[in-house]
């Protein structure tokens, strides 16, 4: 990759709580992006949901969002691509994460034709359905999502995933998420045409 090419990933975790493994998960993409050179030119920011209000047509006015809102769409409208860490509830996505994609929806849609990926960890299927759900939506959004590899972490399963402080500390889930960043590097540069 060129130098100066730099692709942008908002990172979005659907969990609001501090020491989140999913909020870990987006942490770690972030020091690996900052480590190693084969991420050159891939900059991930987290894009922090918690301040959106819950969806409510009534905050648009004449077109126009609320400045809380305003700003997270603009995130997303300004990233290459998206990288979400979603959490399984009740067999689904978080309603924090479901509200964040419908105000990014609200039109004009601001997901429409960027790529993105899916990380997950949680207990039994870690996340898995959640990522699945994801997939739907995504398709009415336009979003393009990597297909290989998937993450699913089952973070309660020896050997230990994460710190008290929700912080990736196993290597080889760490590899496993660095695959995921190249094939989403590899992915939105090929659809970008720049490969």
């Known amino acids: 990759m060129a130098a100066n090419q730099v ?18 998960l ?3 993409a972030i020091e690996l992006c900052n480590e190693s050179i084969e991420f050159e030119g891939l900059q991930i920011e987290h894009v922090d949901i918690s301040p959106l209000p819950l969806l409510n047509t009534d ?22 691509s ?10 689904s996505l978080s309603a924090p994460l479901k509200n ?6 609200r039109p004009p849609n601001v997901w429409a034709d960027k790529p993105a990926a899916i990380v997950s960890a949680g207990g039994g299927f870690g996340g ?3 990522q699945y ?3 739907q939506i995504g398709v009415f959004l336009d979003l393009h999502f990597i297909n290989k590899p998937e993450l699913f972490i089952q973070a309660f399963q020896p050997p230990r995933k994460f710190d008290d402080e929700g912080n990736l500390i196993d290597p080889e889930t760490k590899e496993k998420l660095k ?15 720049k490969i």
């Open 179 to 193: 695959q995921v960043l190249l094939s989403l590097q590899a992915f939105t540069l090929k659809l970008q045409n």
């Open 59 to 80: 905050l648009e006015v004449n077109g126009t969002y609320p400045p809380t809102i305003d700003s997270f769409r603009r995130k997303i409208l300004g990233a290459d």
């Open 7 to 24: 692709i942008k990933v908002a990172a979005i975790g659907g969990s609001l709580r501090k020491a989140s493994f999913n909020r870990g």
């Open 128 to 130: 898995g359905r959640s």
């Open 133 to 135: 759900h994801l997939r």
């Open 82 to 91: 998206i990288l979400f860490a979603s959490p399984e509830y009740n067999y």
């Open 100 to 105: 964040a994609i419908d105000w990014a929806s």
């Open 26 to 28: 987006i942490r770690s």
